[in-house]
């Protein structure tokens, strides 16, 4: 009789322990931050490569358009 009462004690510690509770919070809060920050980062290096093309197009459009040579 004592253990199955020692077993429903410590049972009923084990359910009412909230000591890891914030730890799990702030991993769950962590987590998303970190999905939000490289989602933001894809979107914004695919732009920031499409920028890059536009100026490296018009750069070579210039260049070839000039009908100059090349040297000053």
Do not use: C, H
């Not at 020692?6 to 322990?17: A, K």
């Not at 490289?38 to 490569?49: F, M």
Request: charged content about 20%; overall charge positive; proline content about 1%.
């Amino acid at each position: 009789m004592f253990s199955l009462m020692n077993l429903r004690e410590r049972t009923r510690r084990f359910f009412t322990n909230e000591e890891g509770a914030s730890a799990i919070e702030y991993s769950i809060i962590a987590a998303l931050i970190a999905v939000v920050m490289v989602s933001g980062a894809k979107a914004v290096g695919t732009d920031v490569g499409q920028v890059f093309t536009k100026v490296s197009t018009a750069l070579k459009d210039t260049t070839t358009t000039s009908g100059g040579s090349t040297t000053p």
